[in-house]
């Protein structure tokens, strides 16, 4: 089984819906991202949880909400979804003092 | 804050040749340059970095380098193979555990044509 996984993996919704992307890992790391992929600009950080009572914003977390559920999970909001947020959503974890970060398959977001 | 910059965008380079793809940073304070390489369909996998007090790291066909005057580090990849084809991204990051934030570069694309 993959050590990272996100749900859905494809969603399509309306411009306003609020909609939730899970990510849940079984690596037992206490450090979980979200980042945002779009094409020529890489990959950039929304939000960022270094334990479950930590939670801070990334680079662009206008527009979106996280919430750390368990040490396994990490859950991500778009409270009212807008087209310029269809994108290729990431979430990552990583152990302190180790520098990688493993990233999970990915959810392809389409806002119409 | 950190930026990163990376080219080419595109790379399409024979089987066998050599690619190499560059990435410059503003930030003299980064100390860690990770490189991830993105499959079709699959998130990005940590293929190799390099840390500041270093100049170069090999792992079998991938080098990477770094110029700290400069602020930029490359991405070597020798005989190139056609399941080499992916996204690279390179990476910064400075701080340790009290600000573990990478910032990415914008991808390259490469293509090995057989």
């Known amino acids: 089984d993959a050590d990272v996984t996100q749900t859905p993996r494809n969603r399509i919704t309306k411009t306003g819906k609020r909609i939730m992307l899970e990510c849940s890992q079984t690596k037992g790391h206490d450090r979980m991202y979200w980042y945002r992929q779009d094409p020529g600009l890489g990959l950039r950080l929304i939000y960022y949880?270094?334990?479950?009572?930590?939670?801070n914003k990334g680079e662009i977390s206008d527009g979106y909400s996280v919430s750390r559920q368990a040490q396994a999970k990490f859950s991500l909001s778009l409270e009212s979804a807008i087209p310029n947020q269809t994108a290729l959503y990431f979430c990552?974890?990583?152990?302190?003092?180790?520098?990688?970060?493993?990233f999970g398959p990915g959810t392809r977001l389409l806002v119409l | 804050g950190e930026n990163v910059e990376q080219h080419p965008s595109t790379l399409s380079v024979q089987e066998g040749d050599s690619a190499v793809i560059k990435c410059t940073y503003s930030?003299?304070?980064?100390?860690?340059f990770p490189w991830y390489k993105q499959e079709l369909g699959k998130g990005p996998q940590l293929i190799i970095d390099?840390?500041?007090?270093?100049g170069e790291k090999k792992d079998q066909r991938i080098a990477v380098t770094l110029n700290k005057t400069a602020k930029h580090f490359s991405l070597h990849i020798t005989e190139t193979q056609p399941e080499d084809s992916a996204v690279y991204f390179c990476?910064?990051?400075?701080?340790?555990?009290?600000?573990?934030?990478?910032?990415f570069g914008s991808g390259t694309r490469l293509l090995v044509r057989p």
């Open positions: 390099i840390r500041s007090n270093v």
């Open positions: 949880s270094f334990d479950v009572k930590d939670i």
């Open positions: 990476a910064a990051r400075k701080g340790m555990d009290s600000s573990y934030k990478l910032i």
């Open positions: 930030d003299s304070a980064s100390n860690y």
């Open positions: 990552a974890t990583s152990d302190p003092g180790l520098e990688t970060q493993y």
